[in-house]
């Protein structure tokens, strides 16, 4: 099974608005990763879980706050968000190697969010 | 700083033709690299993974080479068909500070016409 699920597809959302993106995996992957994308742009790297800590954190503005449950879940919490975030959001999952590197990335559906 | 460049662009070719997409990189130092295709509005699909010390991957009709040195690879897609049209992008994994990341391209948009 190489599936990324992500819960919802799509979500729209109120400036003051609280909301939580899901994402899960049951590869045994130990790192997971969100992406923002905008349309016809690449994603855009935000967060990295590497063993269920948070290892890199791109310079995401605070009303975005990821968490890592356990090694198969990853939300993304989002409060009074601005219109620009309204982006396409993607989880990932991969499993490190022993020298830095990474196995193959897989990547979820994504969700379509929509901030008014 | 990785940079990743893909060429062209966009692409509008015959259904059957054989085609090539270019994708190229600046730090040759990297652990892998991946092509994806995304189609409109959805998650990315992996297609291809080639480990820094391989030089070429094949799967089906697609087949992915890797001349890290000259920090290029380039992604061969045989007979297109339409179902083939999507976006690709290629992305390469390098070391930073605090582990390693993928650096994406611009990707490059391919249309197959029946």
Redesign the interface.
């Known amino acids: 099974d190489?599936e990324?699920t992500?819960t919802p597809k799509h979500l729209v959302m109120g400036m003051t608005n609280k909301k939580s993106l899901k994402c899960e995996q049951h590869m045994g992957h130990r790192a997971m990763y969100w992406y923002k994308q905008k349309a016809k742009?690449?994603?855009e790297?935000m967060f990295?879980y590497?063993y269920e800590k948070l290892?890199?954190n791109e310079s995401v503005p605070s009303r975005f706050s990821p968490e890592c449950p356990n090694s198969s879940l990853l939300n993304l919490h989002l409060h009074a968000l601005q219109p620009e975030d309204s982006a396409?959001y993607?989880c990932?999952s991969s499993q490190?190697?022993l020298a830095?590197?990474?196995?193959?990335?897989?990547?979820?559906?994504?969700t379509?969010l929509t901030v008014l | 700083k990785q940079e990743v460049t893909q060429i062209p662009a966009a692409l509008s070719v015959p259904e059957g033709e054989n085609l090539v997409l270019n994708c190229s990189f600046t730090d040759s130092a990297i652990y892998n690299l991946q092509w994806f295709r995304q189609d409109p509005g959805k998650g990315l699909t992996s297609l291809l993974l080639i480990q820094s010390s391989q030089r070429e991957q094949t799967s089906g009709r697609l087949n992915a080479s890797l001349d890290k040195s000259s920090g290029r690879s380039t992604l061969y897609i045989a007979a297109s068909q339409p179902g083939d049209s999507a976006t690709y992008l290629c992305a390469v994994r390098s070391r930073v500070a605090s582990g390693s990341r993928l650096t994406f391209g611009e990707g490059t948009q391919l249309t197959v016409n029946p």
């Open positions: 190489t990324v992500q742009k690449p994603p790297l990295v590497s290892s890199i396409l993607l990932a490190p190697g830095g590197d990474h196995n193959e990335q897989f990547f979820g559906p994504g379509r």
